[in-house]
C-alpha cells in the first residue's frame, strides 16, 4: 500500500460565518470527513482544471474548425452539383 506524502504546508483565510456553515453543510453532503479535506479536494481540482481562459481559446479553435469543415462541405456539394453527381 502506497504510503501517503506528508502534508506539511497550510493555507489560511478568514471567511464570515454564513460561508462557514455553507462549507459545513457541504462537507457533510460531500461525504468527506472533515471540512479540510473537502476544502483541499477542492481546491486541488480548481488548480488542475483548465482556466476559463484557456476553455475559452479551446472552444474558439472548435469554433475556427467547425466553420472551416463547414465550408469545405459546402464546396464539396458545389462541386457534386456541377458534375451531376
Known sequence: MAQ????????VFRI????YARLESKTRASGARTLSEFA????LRAV???SLVEVGRRMEE???AVQQLTEMFSRSQVMSAKHGD
Open 16 to 19: 464570515t460565518e454564513e460561508d
Open 62 to 64: 472548435l469554433e475556427a
Open 48 to 50: 488542475s482544471e483548465p
Open 4 to 11: 501517503a506524502k506528508a502534508k506539511t504546508k497550510a493555507i
Open 40 to 43: 483541499r479536494s477542492k481546491v
